[in-house]
């Protein structure tokens, strides 16, 4: 029935090509490539074995520690504050917690007898350290709503009135289903941290640097041998996430076995010690407020400082010139990412929400898996085959677009991250009783199902615009270097020696991308309230 | 006896490791057919069918007639069949008027706001309820809740009603009087109606009855 209210076929057809196409380009685009694969010169090319072990280093223990601090933390946070570490923008991120950490950073400043040269720029230990301090609140984030999918308050009652302990349960029956919830998750934070490239060209080794960066940077050279090793690299990427998928499938498997174990026998003292230990990680997800909370302050004071040299505290001089001599070269990037994230929301929130609607019709099962195929797969090796596809030359209109395409399938991913299971959540028998008062199935849902999701909307739209404004790569790639945004600005800026010029970017990204998300959050939570409480 | 309103034939409901096999169904204006069935069992699937809702894991095929007619692929909302469920389901967003306002048939729908604001509200007063036009309907009794839930639905004028479970919300004392109150609404505009309960004392006494069949093999 609502097939024929839809006009479905064309509605259909125009879904699947929108979720299909990227996908298909990034196949397409592979397979034109796969005469030029040279495993052999990428084998012999100098460093490729550190390239590919730091990566997988950085991704599991990444992967793990986070892990751990999930299991440990779920339960006693929060997830409001969260939402303010997870709007911070990568990049800015980085360049601020860069001149906190590193050896003549501010906070080693603020700390005065300490000197930690553990995290020097471009260090292995600061890229997981950076990744950790990201991570860690998204899947944070992804926990509680996994947490509210599960009675697991009830388990814990019933747990605790059968002679167990709180802290028993917790681990041996609601870690293992909340693991299950989070798989997926925890694959895209494994691949990320594999395959991530703007934070890595800031905070990782460079001689030699991760196999992704050396993937990007093949790319970026024209030569066709380069361009070879770029599309055999990526393929590599792609076969080593698929590994670390594994790695994450097989953690899960390891924990509900020694779950399963202790629930007939007792936890060994070694493994008590190890729980308790295991408690001190609970500290992170603060220190990642703090952390944050400090490179805010951090780029802020630089931005506006003069004659900062260590080890002083505060900088000579306070002057806004920075701001003023960079007002004029700002505004344009902030405007064209603003311009493009909004275009790229709208229509991810439309496309997510046209599937979610097509899925309950045809019941796909399998439509998730199609959507967040994106964050699983390297994002490099994507704009790789779709640069390939198109191949574009021409007006500039056209780079904006294909700017605006390549964004598309991973601001629709999150946003089906966030809209899917309030979406999945909600009586659908309004809408039937909507209809059965005769108004048209797109009527009722406008009507009825629209006002009483608007908060799960605009935080799936919140969220699509800001990973389109935080989007590197793609937009470098797929805009042939004309598209221009607040994020590509970043990037220039902090690859060059004037700390001060990176910090006004950073702090700028920061301000966009956070401002879209707090200002949409908060719209959320008021719609979502007005609906709640009449 | 009223005119037959609602008939259908055929009906098959099929799960992946059962099926049941319906006699064919016959409700005329103003009259009741009660379903009477184990929970769980599949009535409500019935309804939601004969609402035009297909439902993941059951496959149910069949002849629907409404005033003779066929409604075999007419969209829900042409059907002129309302459905009313144990919860209700008003919606929480909009106020008692405006969920009776959204009940209003199509062709009322063009008529002014004052126009519009006096029928809705004749019907308010006409249950005693007009003071709370403007209430929430979170603020609303169980009792209030189906009075304004049925007159929403019967605003729209509906040749025919489903109710699922109505009443199994309400407690003891208000059940019976919203039973009798509804039952005689349903009469009074000749609505034909398909009650289904476990509960026999949801179904009037002067109703049709029938006894969910037992399930078969696939």
Redesign the interface.
Known sequence: MIVAQLKTKGGLALALLALGLPLIAAVLGLLLNLRQLNFVALLSYPGICTMIWQGLLVAIVVTVIATLVVMVSSYAISSSGLRSIIAIPNLAFTVGILWLITPTGWLWRLLPGIEVDLFDRQYLLTFILILLLKEIPFLLFMSHRALQQIPHQKWLIIGQSQGHSKAKTWWLIVIPALLKRLRLPLMVVAVYSFSVIDIALLAAPQLPSTLAVQVFEWQLNFTPDARRLAYTGGLVLLALSGLLCLVVIGQEYLIGQWSRKRLSSQVSRVERLALKLLKGLGALPVLTRVFGILALGALLAQSVSRGWFYPAILPADWTLQGWLQEWSYIWPGVISALGIALIVGLLSVLLVTVLLELKRTYHWRYLAIWVLLPLLVPQILLVLSWHQMTNYSGSEAGYWLWVIWSHMPFSVAYAYLVLAPQEHAFDQRYVLVGRALGYSFWRSWWRIKRPLLAGPLYLSLALAMFISVTQYVPTLILGGGRVATVTTDLMAASSGINTQLAAIYALMQWLLATGILIGLTGLAGQRGSSAGEQ | MGKTVLSTSDISMRWPDHRVELPPIQVNAGEVLGIMGPSGSGKSTLL?WL????Q?FVRTVGSIFVDGVSVQ?V?????K???L?QDV?L?????VFDNLR??L??AQRQLSIAEQTERIMEQLRAIQMSKYAQA???SLSGGQRARIGLL??LL?K?RVMLLDEPFAALDARLRCRIREWTYGQLAEQQVATIVVSHDPDDIPANANKLYWPEARDA
């Open positions: 939601r609402v035009g809702e297909q993941q692929g969209p829900v909302e042409q059907r069949i309302g459905i469920f389901l919606f929480p967003h909009l106020n959204f009940g048939p199509a929430a309907v979170s929403r639905a729209n509906p």
